[in-house]
């Protein structure tokens, strides 16, 4: 094959999660993890939902039998403002971690599971010397 065009991004529009249970995935992302809707679509038993966070925009759905969960795809890194108060949340209410928290020189991370085996990291930059 040969390429004659190319094509130019210019930026990351969002990262998309499939669900089974909308509901429940909401009481995760929103409650748990206290993030705050952007956009809502929801019909016949649908939905689409987009959390902002920065520049970057995570979007649930159930919107299609064929885009299944899956632990072992995509998985978007969260950051957070307090470590190790968020790996005390995340025990006290039994989320499975995929990961442990590890230390790295730059950052501390580890990697969560959503109620539909979806894979998160959850990470905090460290301050720069």
């Known amino acids: 094959m040969t390429i004659t065009a190319s ?3 210019t930026a990351f529009a ?4 499939p669900v089974t249970d909308l509901g429940r995935a909401r009481a995760f992302y ?3 993890l206290g993030l705050t809707p952007a956009t809502i679509w929801e ?16 979007a649930i759905t159930n919107s299609s039998e064929k885009w299944k969960p899956a ?4 998985a978007i890194a ?9 790996m005390a949340t995340l025990r ?11 230390e790295f020189p730059p950052c ?10 979806n894979q998160l990291v959850i990470h905090r930059r460290k301050a720069a010397v």
């Open 14 to 17: 969002f990262t998309g999660y």
């Open 92 to 102: 006290a209410v039994q989320v499975i971690f995929f990961a442990e928290p590890v």
């Open 108 to 117: 501390n991370l580890a990697v969560i599971s959503d109620p539909d085996g």
């Open 78 to 86: 969260l950051e957070v403002a307090d470590f190790s108060a968020t």
């Open 43 to 58: 019909g016949e038993g649908k939905g689409w939902i987009e959390y902002v966070l920065g520049d970057s925009t995570l």
């Open 71 to 74: 632990s072992a795809g995509p």
């Open 7 to 9: 094509v130019q991004v």
């Open 30 to 32: 929103e409650g748990l």
